[in-house]
Nanobody, 126 residues
Framework: QVQLVESGGGSVQAGGSLRLACAAT????????MAWFRQAPGKEREGVAA???????SYTDSVKGRFTITQDNAKNTLYLQMNSLKPEDTAEYYC????????????????????WGQGTQVTVSS
């Protein structure tokens, strides 16, 4: 059974930084992938950043150059470093995982992931 627990959300002013963490437990094959999604009130959940077991990363255009996804395999933890935050980054952020057979396409697609965390709120004020 895979469990994902997010932490690190909070409130910050525009231009500030936050680092989200996702602690993962359970079995992951070498072909796994993990991702961060976000959902603002009244909007669809969107993929923000993803990483495969081979280190390949993918970002949505609106966060490129500002957000960085990394993983610490020794700690089974996924991170999202968020810099130069904007009010439009305000959302509930979710960690997601696919434990095997992760392809190179659709890394930011909600349907690619089987496991989800409970979410952590990020609020950016202007």
């Amino acid at each position: 059974q895979v469990q994902l627990v997010e932490s690190g959300g909070g409130s910050v002013q525009a231009g500030g930084s936050l680092r989200l963490a996702c602690a993962a437990t359970g079995y992951f094959s070498s072909t796994y992938c993990m991702a961060w999604f976000r959902q603002a009130p009244g909007k669809e959940r969107e993929g923000v950043a993803a990483i495969r077991g081979d280190g390949t990363t993918s970002y949505t255009d609106s966060v490129k150059g500002r957000f960085t996804i990394t993983q610490d395999n020794a700690k089974n933890t996924l991170y999202l470093q968020m810099n130069s935050l904007k009010p439009e980054d305000t959302a509930e952020y979710y960690c997601a995982a696919r434990v095997a057979n992760c392809g190179r396409l659709l890394l930011l697609s909600r349907g690619s992931y089987m496991y989800w965390g409970q979410g952590t709120q990020v609020t950016v004020s202007s």
